[in-house]
């Protein structure tokens, strides 16, 4: 996470552990690799090691909008996915504040990094953010995770994974999805 500058540009502090991402016909993330938004058009599985007893949040975000060499809404991460409440691992069975919405990287800005980080709450919480849907691309700007897990008092995050993607034909259709 150091090397592609996660830290610092999404997170304050790498987390120890990696969590495993895998989407459809067996693409896994891993650590910085390159998929094609329609690879990864679908809801991926997510592992990490979880207590079975608490609660955790998992979070999936786009810091590069407009492009990684032209951040400007760096700080305003583009929020992909967020699931809280989650019992263990299971999170299917979490509270899903932002359904998931895959990679969509306007054409002619190069790589995006799209982050998975996991969190582990102090009990079960409850959320007051609006609930979003994967059909509307309105309020997912402006949303910073560590300010959200400041909120929520949830530190750093226990495990993390990212790849990169860069725009294919597939984003007009996610785009159209969106209302875009």
């Given at each position: 996470?150091?090397?592609?500058?996660?830290?610092?540009?999404?997170?304050?502090?790498?987390?120890?552990?990696?969590?495993?991402?895998?989407?459809?016909?067996?693409?896994?993330?891993?650590?910085?690799?390159?998929?094609?938004?329609?690879?990864?058009?679908?809801?991926?599985?997510?592992?990490?090691?979880?207590?079975?007893?608490?609660?955790?949040?998992?979070?999936?975000?786009?810091?590069?909008?407009?492009?990684?060499?032209?951040?400007?809404?760096?700080?305003?991460?583009?929020?992909?996915?967020?699931?809280?409440?989650?019992?263990?691992?299971?999170?299917?069975?979490?509270?899903?504040?932002?359904?998931?919405?895959?990679?969509?990287?306007?054409?002619?800005?190069?790589?995006?990094?799209?982050?998975?980080?996991?969190?582990?709450?102090?009990?079960?919480?409850?959320?007051?953010?609006?609930?979003l849907t994967n059909r509307s691309g309105?309020?997912?700007?402006?949303?910073?995770?560590?300010?959200?897990?400041?909120?929520?008092?949830?530190?750093?995050?226990?495990?993390?994974?990212?790849?990169?993607?860069?725009?294919?034909?597939?984003?007009?259709?996610?785009?159209?999805?969106?209302?875009?």
């Amino acid at each position: 996470m150091e090397e592609h500058q996660v830290v610092p540009d999404v997170i304050s502090v790498a987390p120890v552990e990696v969590a495993k991402v895998t989407y459809s016909g067996g693409l896994t993330v891993n650590q910085g690799n390159e998929l094609k938004p329609r690879q990864v058009k679908d809801i991926p599985e997510v592992q990490w090691n979880a207590d079975a007893s608490a609660f955790y949040l998992l979070c999936m975000t786009d810091p590069d909008a407009p492009s990684r060499k032209d951040a400007t809404y760096r700080n305003e991460l583009n929020l992909r996915r967020l699931v809280g409440n989650i019992p263990g691992q299971n999170v299917a069975d979490g509270e899903t504040l932002s359904e998931y919405i895959g990679s969509g990287p306007p054409e002619g800005t190069g790589l995006h990094r799209y982050v998975f980080l996991i969190y582990k709450q102090n009990g079960k919480l409850t959320f007051d953010e609006q609930r979003l849907t994967n059909r509307s691309g309105d309020n997912r700007g402006c949303f910073k995770i560590s300010k959200f897990a400041e909120k929520y008092n949830l530190g750093n995050p226990i495990a993390g994974n990212f790849y990169q993607a860069e725009w294919d034909d597939y984003v007009p259709i996610l785009y159209k999805q969106l209302g875009a």
